[in-house]
């Protein structure tokens, strides 16, 4: 099975910037994305971005703010968050679609089969 690991999260204060990282077990010809997920909402698509094409930012609160990025060589993909705010306060997950997929599909969870387990993300006013 196709294994995620995010990391890079934390504690940070407003304004400050954090980089999470999403390494894959392998290559992975896919959608990649990142999604957040805060208490008592569902799980919240940020941006997306396919292995050759520009990213697709879902979410109208990090845009300007975020970055997604993506390494083929590493198997990696990073989303940069800058002028962070405490509304992005959440647990923060990278997911991939099916291998071989064409494009990315919308921001529906449901859409992606492959997850990590989360990195925290906690920003203080």
């Known amino acids: 099975p196709i294994q995620l690991v995010e990391s890079g999260g934390g504690s940070v204060q407003a304004g400050g910037s954090l980089k999470l990282s999403c390494v894959a077990s392998?290559?992975?010809?896919?959608?990649m994305a990142w999604f957040r997920q805060t208490p008592g909402k569902p799980r919240e698509g940020l941006a997306a971005?396919?292995?050759?094409?520009?990213?697709?930012y879902w979410a109208d609160s990090v845009k300007g703010r975020f970055t997604i990025s993506r390494d083929l060589d590493k198997n990696t993909v990073y989303l940069h968050m800058n002028s962070l705010k405490p509304e992005d306060t959440g647990i923060y997950f990278c997911?991939?679609?099916?291998?071989?997929?064409?494009?990315?599909?919308?921001?529906?969870?449901?859409?992606?089969?492959?997850w990590g387990q989360g990195t925290q993300v906690t920003v203080s006013s």
């Open positions: 997911a991939g679609t099916h291998q071989g997929s064409w494009v990315c599909p919308s921001s529906d969870s449901n859409e992606f089969v492959h």
């Open positions: 971005i396919m292995p050759l094409d520009g990213p697709t």
């Open positions: 392998r290559y992975l010809n896919n959608c």
